[in-house]
């Protein structure tokens, strides 16, 4: 079992950075791939980057290949996604999510924090 708590969403302007955080519970954090999906009004939700379980691999959607930077630290059982360049299109929720990468790139997870808003202004 995991439990996932996701923080450092906010408003920020266009071009503007944001680091989220996702919190981990639960003795086998360093065994999981974690990821960070999205979800905007009217949309579903939408993979964005995953990592696996020792940081050697990273997937990256396109819509955010370039922009975006996912990373863990097992240490603090946390994982990170680091967000540049924003844009208005950015605003949804955030989301941190576990489970196998072939998984989450198809869209699932096996394990759901509850989410954070993140607000790009123009």
């Known amino acids: 079992q995991v439990q996932l708590v996701e923080s450092g969403g906010g408003l920020v302007q266009a071009g503007g950075s944001l680091r989220l955080s996702c919190a981990a519970s639960?003795?086998?954090?360093?065994?999981?791939?974690m990821g960070w999906f999205r979800q905007a009004p009217g949309k579903e939700r939408e993979f964005l980057a995953a990592?696996?379980?020792?940081?050697?691999?990273?997937y990256y959607a396109d819509s955010v290949k370039g922009r975006f930077t996912i990373s863990r630290d097992n240490a603090k059982k946390t994982v990170y996604l680091q967000m540049n360049s924003l844009k208005p299109e950015d605003t949804a929720v955030y989301y941190c999510?576990?489970?196998?990468?072939?998984?989450?790139?198809?869209?699932?997870?096996?394990?759901w924090g509850q989410g954070t808003q993140v607000t790009v202004s123009s």
């Open positions: 990592i696996s379980w020792s940081g050697g691999n990273t």
């Open positions: 999510a576990a489970a196998p990468i072939a998984t989450m790139v198809r869209g699932e997870a096996d394990y």
């Open positions: 639960g003795r086998t954090f360093s065994s999981y791939d």
